[in-house]
């Protein structure tokens, strides 16, 4: 009895763990807070589920079936009346691949499946840069279920969405070598070679990147924004990464010009800017701007009436 009793004492044990193991992980599944997380991701399903808010789709899946059929991108206008064989760069080339093997795949419904899957991506990526930045998962709920609203105007099967998700995953890289100290640096450059064959939009990640490293030179409190110094290790592993980057941008098919893209683009296609959506200033004369004006003064007194400093890289403490 003894050894049966000494058998059936450990296996009891065992027992006994597993089952607290299995009901911890059970209570985080369905805890309040995994409830905020689906209610976001379900959130982004409700306003980007109906309608194709993007015309461009359509140029985008010309182009890349061209791709398909001749194994090369093309170097001239093929598809406009006005500009017929003009020099011309495929700047989001890669982004256009993934949209239209889904539309080979499943049509208009894999079209907006991918354009879901991409928004649900992201403001799930924000929800958790969010909640590291303010260590408070409900404000950081409150705040993605405002900027869902204001990022609607971007909604579609629009190239960017991938330039979105590019810039958050950046953020969460650079925003874990703050608070640990240590972070995948070496998979920047390869993002940054992924992201100038996507969209232009790589200028805005490599200026936060840039400014997140000169914040780091500073060390001070000036009221509630305070500034902490990196390690000289630190800023060599940085600048190291900031200068690969860079680098990295000249690895596409079109060489410097796709590089600087985005500065004929800001400062030569006056035309193209003013008919971009998501460009156009807000209209506060209609409803729609006058929603936006309130949920940015929301966030803004939000943020001022929380008893919290505010590090200048980023991190609030």
């Known amino acids: 009895m003894n050894g049966n009793s000494s058998t ?23 805890s309040f807070l995994s409830v905020l997380a689906v209610v976001i991701v379900t959130l982004e399903f409700m306003l980007a589920r109906a309608g194709m808010d993007d015309p461009d789709i359509w140029w985008h899946l010309r182009d890349a079936e061209y791709l398909f059929q001749h194994h090369q991108l093309p170097r001239f206008d093929m598809f406009s009346f006005t500009v017929a064989g003009h020099p011309w760069i495929n700047h989001e080339w890669l982004a256009e ?10 049509g208009i419904m894999g079209l907006k499946t991918l354009e879901i899957l991409l928004l649900q991506m992201i403001f799930a990526g924000l929800l958790y840069l969010s909640w590291k930045e303010s260590a408070n998962f409900k404000a950081a709920f409150v705040a993605c279920a405002f900027c869902s609203f204001l990022a609607s105007t971007s909604f579609g099967p629009r190239t ?17 070598f703050r608070l640990r100290g240590k972070a ?20 805005i990640g490599l200026i936060c990147f840039a400014i ?13 924004i305070t500034a902490e110094q990196w390690t000289e290790v630190q800023r060599r592993h940085l600048a190291v990464t900031w200068v690969a ?13 796709l590089v600087l893209y985005p500065f004929d683009l800001a400062f030569r296609q006056k035309l193209n800017i003013a008919h971009i959506a998501e460009w156009v200033p807000v209209n506060l004369r209609d409803t729609n701007g006058r929603l936006v004006m309130v949920l940015l003064l929301a966030l803004l007194l939000s943020a001022l009436l929380r008893d919290r400093r505010w590090a200048l890289s980023g991190c609030s403490l």
Do not use: M
């Open 184 to 203: 995948p640096l070496w998979v920047i450059p390869l993002l940054f070679c992924l992201w100038v064959n996507t969209h232009g939009s790589w200028l």
């Open 97 to 106: 691949i993934p949209f239209y093997l889904a539309w080979r795949a499943w």
């Open 245 to 257: 980057s860079v680098i990295a941008l000249f690895i596409n098919p079109f060489g410097f010009r």
């Open 8 to 30: 059936e004492g450990p296996k009891w044990q065992r027992s006994q763990v597993e089952g607290d193991l299995y009901q911890g992980k059970f209570r985080v599944l369905f």
């Open 160 to 176: 960017i969405l991938f330039g979105y998700a590019w810039l958050v995953f950046l953020l969460i890289v650079l925003q874990r």
């Open 212 to 224: 997140i490293i000169l914040a780091g030179f500073l060390k001070g409190t000036w009221g509630r």
